[in-house]
């Protein structure tokens, strides 16, 4: 798939000045019906005379988050309605600010945002050129910036209001996760929010489950089965979680790229220990399928 080309895409409904087309049209609507319009641009390019984002083949989606097509933008939505919640409210409030989407592959999460935000305020970064080039060709109404799986200072200083994150923490190493967080502390300006997800303990029970089930014959979930085979003594990953330590493991000699379970105790001292000038606002393991933190910068 990486061999395919970047396919030439037409956007002849889109803003030449660059005005919020989607709170024209539809302003009125509830966040849920907004997301609902979202879902339906998977199939209709053009609604109400308004051009949407397109989307990748759903073999490559399925291939970066699992899933494809409207289970993609479901998570989308909570992540959003989430977000929005517990930071800036509504749409109202964001008049002026930035949001810097890190990670945003080929940009499924930001779009929910494209509502509230204006289009020169909205950004994704993406370390995989790849992604990066794709997240750029099917976006027009969002930018994207390139650059490296390890900060090099090239984000501006101070300049984002909020940074959210879906499914990157759950994955990076303890020194990934402190060099990440020291720069989206740089990057962002006082009073700013860092939303973020990362695995903890219900994932990590349910791995504890799934590998008595393998032991006894049973099928599991091949994921479940590749994280298992990495984490080792299962047993021992659990009680070093309970404990208050920073999970993460690899089946690849990857330092930095893994799975990442942080709990609050891990994260207070990954915080602490590197002057991270970070508090934590919010800690949630409910409310959606990885749990998820709402810092403030100090």
Request: aromatic share 16%.
């Amino acid at each position: 798939m990486t061999d395919r080309p970047i396919p030439r895409i037409s956007y002849s409904f889109v803003p030449h000045d660059g005005h919020n087309v989607f709170r024209e049209v539809f302003g009125a609507l509830s966040d849920e019906d907004w997301c609902e319009i979202l879902v339906r641009s998977i199939n209709e390019p053009t609604i109400e005379g308004v051009q949407f984002p397109s989307f990748p083949e759903e073999e490559l989606q399925n291939h970066i988050h699992g899933n494809f097509g409207s289970s993609s933008l479901m998570e989308a939505r909570d992540f959003f309605k989430f977000v929005k919640e517990n930071t800036y409210k509504s749409g109202e409030n964001v008049r002026g600010m930035r949001l810097l989407d890190f990670g945003t592959g080929w940009g499924r999460m930001i779009r929910p945002y494209m509502r509230d935000f204006e289009f020169v305020n909205l950004y994704g970064f993406e370390p995989d050129f790849l992604f990066c080039t794709l997240a750029r060709a099917l976006n027009p109404y969002i930018n994207v910036f390139s650059g490296t799986f390890s900060p090099t200072g090239h984000l501006p200083e101070k300049y984002f209001n909020l940074v959210v994150s879906y499914s990157i923490f759950s994955h990076l190493s303890p020194v990934s996760a402190k060099l990440w967080l020291k720069e989206l502390a740089r990057i962002l300006v006082p009073g700013g929010w860092c939303v973020f997800t990362t695995w903890g303990s219900r994932f990590l029970k349910r791995l504890q489950m799934e590998a008595a089930q393998r032991d006894a014959g049973e099928e599991i979930h091949w994921y479940s089965s590749q994280c298992i085979k990495a984490a080792g003594a299962i047993d021992q990953r659990v009680a070093e979680y309970e404990r208050g330590d920073f999970v993460w493991f690899t089946g690849t000699e990857s330092l930095l790229y893994g799975e990442a379970f942080v709990g609050q105790p891990a994260l207070k001292r990954l915080l602490a220990q590197n002057d991270i000038p970070f508090a934590i606002s919010l800690f949630d393991d409910i409310s959606l399928y990885q749990d998820v933190y709402v810092l403030t910068r100090l």
